[in-house]
Nanobody, 125 residues
Framework: QVQLVESGGGLVQAGGSLRLSCAAS????????MGWFRQAAGKEREFVAV????????NYGDSVKGRFTISRDNGKNMVYLQMNYLKLEDTAVYYC??????????????????WGQGTQVTVSI
């Protein structure tokens, strides 16, 4: 059984920073690509960032490029999302996700077979 637990969400002022963490357990974490998605109220879940198993490849959604950074620590089974220059439109529930199988890598939700419960990020004026 794979478990992903996000933490680090909260309330932050526009222009501020926040770091999300995702703790993974239950399988060989280092073999799998990991992603972050988000879902704002009334909207569909959207891709935020993905990182390959080694950390050598990353991709970002257009709305967060240059502001967010995804990273991982395979020794600790952790994935992080550093969010800088936050905007009101970044307000959403943020989800950590793990690819369904080793070697899978993508921006679409179909790549991911395991999801955390989400952590709320609220950006205020």
């Amino acid at each position: 059984q794979v478990q992903l637990v996000e933490s680090g969400g909260g309330l932050v002022q526009a222009g501020g920073s926040l770091r999300l963490s995702c703790a993974a357990s239950g399988r060989t974490f280092s073999s799998y690509a990991m992603g972050w998605f988000r879902q704002a109220a009334g909207k569909e879940r959207e891709f935020v960032a993905v990182i390959s198993w080694s950390g050598g490849t990353t991709n970002y959604g257009d709305s967060v490029k240059g502001r967010f950074t995804i990273s991982r620590d395979n020794g600790k089974n952790m994935v992080y999302l550093q969010m800088n220059y936050l905007k009101l439109e970044d307000t959403a529930v943020y989800y950590c996700a793990a690819a369904s199988r080793p070697g899978m890598y993508g921006l679409g939700q179909g790549t991911y077979g395991y999801w955390g419960q989400g952590t709320q990020v609220t950006v205020s004026i």
